[in-house]
């Protein structure tokens, strides 16, 4: 056995670093793990720094002051940011792809041409950079559509819009009021699909990849998908119609196209490689690219992998991804997000949180918590990511809310139906 001395920072402090964090901290080769912020549930893994992910010089300056030996890089912001670059020419490696290959999402723009050179199937789009021209061309164009700024807009950048007056709308608050700032420096105007959505991740080391099992997230905060768009209510993994045959006709047409053209590119992508899917009637299209590990999937999808992370997040920095297998396991997941009432709007926070000891069986990812003489109190939106595994998919739903009905703070909120629907 090797002797656990590498010193390992986690970039980041959600439910998805805590889920990372605890698949870490099971490495027999890490000494140390910090997180910068982290939260109230990292902290009794990690230690610590109240750090944010996006001040990538002081993120910069942390990693040399630790002496640390390996940096995992998880939100979007740091890594358009630049901050792997950073921390590779400062001789730290860095799992996460450099700023140019991030750019498959940072840029919706960059994505869709990549996709359109390669024919990947996409939605067909009319990219503008100028408001007038994007609001004249809406009485050319079919309803609904979806408008979309380029750039990272904390999720909220993509706009369904069912006739041409929210598409107005849309326009104007986009590049007129400039509600996501640069990131409306462009948009595009794009044909709205139908169908079942899937994610697929994969590990990629600029050449290969092994996919992570198929998942689903529930976006909107309103049971039977209604309502606002959120961070993501809970995830169901793998998806029941994500059969062996599809997922490899997604790997070799879509996944390694891509790969190799950001490495024909000079632009390797190196890290995790997201693909947000809709299951059409011609076959499955891709709605957007992550250029990280998703939030909620993540803490669907770790729990079924029986490898060492550490092992595989060093093999994607270091190319050698190839003498790697996935050890997937067989079960399926369900992961019920508790978020605090009001939520996506205002909310309240400082709510102690009841029950968090009398969980079984189950993963409790901590998002928003803070940790204070022993006691977790609620500190964000989305609180706790209840993850369960079992033999079936059901059979995982229905442990994630027996353990869910354990835990409780004031004016909690969760989804009564996750997975409803596609259990067999
Ligand atoms: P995104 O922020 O890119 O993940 O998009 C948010 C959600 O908008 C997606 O999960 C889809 O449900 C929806 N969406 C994005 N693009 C399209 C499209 N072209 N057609 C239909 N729905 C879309
Ligand atoms: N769950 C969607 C995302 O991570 O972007």
Redesign the pocket.
Known sequence: MSQAKDIVLVVGGGGREHAIVKALSQSNTIAELHAAPGNGGISELATCHQISATDIADQVDLAQSLACDFVVVTPDDPLALGLVDKLTAKGIKAFGPSAAAARLESS?VFAKELMNKLHIPT?EAAIYKNDTEALSSLNRCSFPL?I?AEGLAQ?K??I?CSNEKSASKAITDIMQERKFGRAGDRILI?????GP?VTLMCFCDGENLLALPSSR?H?RIGEGDTGE?TGGMGVIAPVPEMSADLQQQIIETILQPVIREMAANGTPFRGILYA?L?LTEKGPYV??FNARFGDPETQAVLPLINNDLYTLLKACVDGDLHKHRLAISNEASCVVIMASGGYPGKYETGCEISGLDSVEDVYVYHAGTVKKDNKFFTSGGRVLAVSAQAKTLSQAINKAYLEVAKIGFDNCAFRRDIGKGFVE
């Open positions: 919706k939605a979806v979309k999720g950048g993509v369904i794009e044909e709205f699909l139908t959505e997230d976006k768009n947000g809709m709605i957007e």
